[in-house]
């Protein structure tokens, strides 16, 4: 049962025509179509109850006293868009009624045609329609609103973005400009220190070779005062040719290397250990080591890799037998390599300390050495575009780490 009844206004100047529609809306009346109806005789009249609203369905004759025609659905649409208009003609027209629907009519009904039931169910239809049509109408609106505001959501989003894409463009090219400027840094810096190293060769080795000379010519000849300065002299001297020695092969990493090829890292690990035959046996130093891989290289560095590696190993060994391991794994397109010892530790506060060139953390009375064996690790690892690393604890041996390309062809 419907709520409350259909409000139905009736346009209509004929009292005949008038008295036929209360008869059928009478005749059609049922729990499902309860209807009133209001009636005016003329345009005006019927503009006036439009006014007070509440009106759910307009029938609507277009030849009435004050109005005529398709002007008539005009007047009435533009007053109430809202509400269904069925148009009920005398005429047979079709021209009149195709220009009706398509200016908005719900329907055009031809008076001597109609009957109760067609009435009752295009009045329910276009009240149907006409809600239909609003929710669409809605439904639009609201999905323009949302087009609208994500329009404008995306034009600011692009905006953001090209300004963020200007403001990466700029950090790239002062980046590259950075970049640019430290490889030119770092050119000059080698050259230098190359040029400085070789030109100071000359002069230091006079002075060397001069206080050696009167080291050898006058000792025990002078006081007790000349033989302690005449041996300072000369182990300065021998300290100063080891610093320009060590800032030269430094230097020469990067000036002097050479390209990379494949290059077994076991051969050459075994090179390392002939180079340090020596020192291994007089420490006793027990060396072990893992299937090594083939990597992308300069051969000759990696040598100098591992036997500064070693060669630390070996030195910083605590009360036991030193015992030293190697290996590598497999990770992504390169290799890990470690080598492991058992030896004094670092505390890991000197982790960044120890890759500086010339930084010691014992004395000389300790451990021989002026800092440069790590520093030259990193930098030969670095030029291969690996990293090193390591894990240590004081009294706990140590680990270091680097990563080498695969030297497999086609990776």
Known sequence: MADKPINILLIEDSLTAT???KKMLAEAESDQFDTELECANRLS?????????????????LSLPDSDGVD??????????????????????????TTA??????????KGQVNSNLLKRCILYSIERKHAERELQKAHDELEKRVQERTAELAITNENLQTELTERKRIEEELKKAVAELERSNTELEQFAYVASHDL????????????????????????????????????????QNLINSLLSYSRVGTRGKPFEPTES??????????????????????????LPRVKADETQLIQLFQNLLSNAVKFHGEEQPRIHVSAKQNSNEYIFSVSDNGIGIDPKHFDRIFVIFQRLHGREEYSGIGIGLPVCKRIVERHGGRIWLESQPGEGCTFYFTMLKGDEGN
Request: no cysteine; net charge negative; aromatic share 6%.
């Open 19 to 21: 008295m036929h529609v």
């Open 45 to 61: 009249a019927g503009q006036e109850l439009i006014t007070q609203g509440g009106i759910d369905v307009i029938l609507l004759d």
């Open 72 to 97: 008539t659905f005009s007047q009435v649409l533009s007053q109430a868009p809202e509400v269904p208009v069925v148009v009920m003609s005398s005429l047979e027209d079709e021209t009149l009624a």
């Open 101 to 110: 629907v398509q200016q908005g009519a719900q329907d055009y009904l031809l």
């Open 201 to 240: 060769q000359e002069p230091l080795r006079m002075v060397a070779s001069y206080t050696q000379l009167l080291q050898k010519r006058y000792r025990d000849k002078l006081d007790a005062d000349a033989d302690d300065f005449i041996t300072y002299a000369v182990d300065g001297a021998k300290r100063m």
């Open 266 to 291: 076991e051969s050459v690990f075994e090179q390392a250990l002939a180079n340090l035959k020596l020192t291994i046996d007089e420490s006793g130093a027990d060396v072990t080591h893992d299937p």
